[in-house]
């Protein structure tokens, strides 16, 4: 079938041709045949990366298919906290609601329950929350095809794992993933107006601290920041809350959509009423599509440290962010230990920018902020637009060196490699 273009309609892949494989001897063949024949080949999850990630001029082969049948541990099968193993293709939408139906949740889930497991963990997508690690966080094994046509297995504590988790597509298709579950939980969300930048800016760690998982959602507006929005587990204490109000803030009287007079009919559900976790925990409901997707996305991560002095920095440039922007998001993750991670080894803010389709001036517009935030350490999101390249993003990441050398032992004849990896990574 033909390849087409990415979510956004913002690029479209070179491929000729998409595979679309149901299991993983189907993978290891195609891949095996593509490295006989000198052809490059990339994985391709739910086409939601904004730049060049899953290009190929070769042979793309979509996950899609690859959704397979969910199988439990024993713990997870007494409905307690253990592991699932799920097909790499699978939405998590679709997981979740196959988790509830077991008794069982994940720690956390992006804003969009629309992407898929495989892709998500692979570009170290994340929810929010300050003590709540990115979607790759939980996973405890993967298998996956390497550069040979070999099927590799790699369990939590393995001398790899750490560096294959977050992979960005260069050690192979990955096929299966075994994630953590625990008991499904309850999320009450409330949406809340009014908080003024002083006010955020006086102790953001009380704001985004305010629950379980917290956004603030902003235009960059003189007078403050647009909505934050406190998703709170029902088992928690109910005392945090009382940051946002104490800070200035009032809770919407109605349900609210993060663009300011945008129906909320796609968002999910407000007014602090409480749900299971899989109808809180994302910003949009999987039966809708949250936009028509002419938009764009960028996100810089920095450690959470200096979220204070980087949101001023950002202050400076509205005037010049505005025309473009549609919203931009604050919201925290967790450190960790998986070596491609935005969060690797520092607690996390991430700024995210949902742009206007307007490509060529955004791209003008990013090294502008890129440098604003240079001064922070900022990490670019592995699958949102950004012009960082090798000579920038290296040094930001410690074991980058270690990746490279675990490239070339999954990948020995660079079947993985394409123009995106050699310009931002190898």
């Known amino acids: 079938m033909g390849t087409g273009q990415n979510w956004a309609g913002n690029l ?48 793309l082969i979509s996950t899609r298919l690859l959704a397979g049948e969910i199988s439990c541990d024993a713990e997870a099968d007494a409905g307690r906290a253990g592991t699932v193993a799920v097909g790499a293709g699978i939405r998590y939408g679709e997981l979740a609601l196959a988790l509830q139906e077991r008794g069982l949740a994940v720690a956390n889930l992006a804003s969009l329950p629309h992407i898929s497991v495989g892709g998500a963990v692979a570009t170290g997508t994340h929810g929010s929350g300050d003590a709540v690690g990115s979607l790759a966080t939980a996973v405890r094994g993967i298998e996956l095809v390497d550069g040979t046509g070999a099927v590799r297995v790699l369990r939590d ?52 601290g305010a629950g379980y998982s917290v956004s603030v959602f902003t235009r960059w507006n003189d007078d403050g920041p647009d909505q934050v929005w406190v998703k709170r587990r029902e088992s928690a204490p109910g005392e945090e809350a009382d940051a946002v109000l104490a800070a200035g803030a009032v809770a919407a009287p ?3 959509h993060p663009l300011p007079g945008i129906s909320a009919e796609s968002c999910t559900e407000q007014l602090g009423v409480p749900g299971p976790w899989f109808e809180r925990l994302p910003h949009f409901r999987l039966a809708f599509t949250p936009s028509n997707g002419a938009e764009l996305q960028s996100e810089y991560l920095i450690p959470r440290q200096h979220a204070a002095e980087a949101i001023t920095a950002l202050r400076a440039l509205g005037d010049r962010i505005r025309p473009l922007l549609q919203i931009c998001e604050l919201r925290t993750v967790a450190a960790d230990e998986l070596w491609l991670s935005s969060a690797y080894q520092r607690d996390t803010l991430g700024i995210h920018f949902t742009w206007l389709q307007h490509q060529s001036e955004v791209e003008a517009l990013l090294p502008v902020i890129e440098a ?14 950004f012009t960082q390249t090798t000579a920038a993003i290296a040094p930001l990441y410690p074991r980058h060196a270690d990746f490279v050398a675990l490239v070339a032992a999954y990948d020995p004849h660079g079947v993985f490699r394409n123009d995106y990896l050699r310009r931002v990574l190898l």
């Not at 260069?170 to 409330?190: D, K, M, S």
């Not at 604003?372 to 637009?385: D, E, I």
């Open 254 to 256: 109605e349900p609210r």
């Open 12 to 59: 479209r892949y070179s491929a000729t041709t998409v595979h679309e494989p149901r299991e993983a001897a189907e993978v290891q063949r195609l891949v095996a045949d593509a490295a006989a024949g000198g052809v490059g080949v990339r994985a391709l999850g739910s086409r939601h990366s904004f730049n060049d990630i899953a290009d190929s001029d070769g042979v």
């Open 157 to 208: 504590g393995d001398a790899d794992f750490a560096g294959a988790v977050v992979s960005l597509g260069a050690l192979g298709i990955v096929t299966r993933v075994t994630l953590a579950v625990e008991p499904a939980f309850t999320v009450a969300q409330t949406v809340y107006e009014g908080l003024s930048w002083s006010a955020l800016l006086a102790d953001v760690g009380a704001i985004t």
């Open 372 to 385: 604003t935030l240079a001064p922070f350490s900022a990490r670019p999101h592995w699958g949102k637009l």
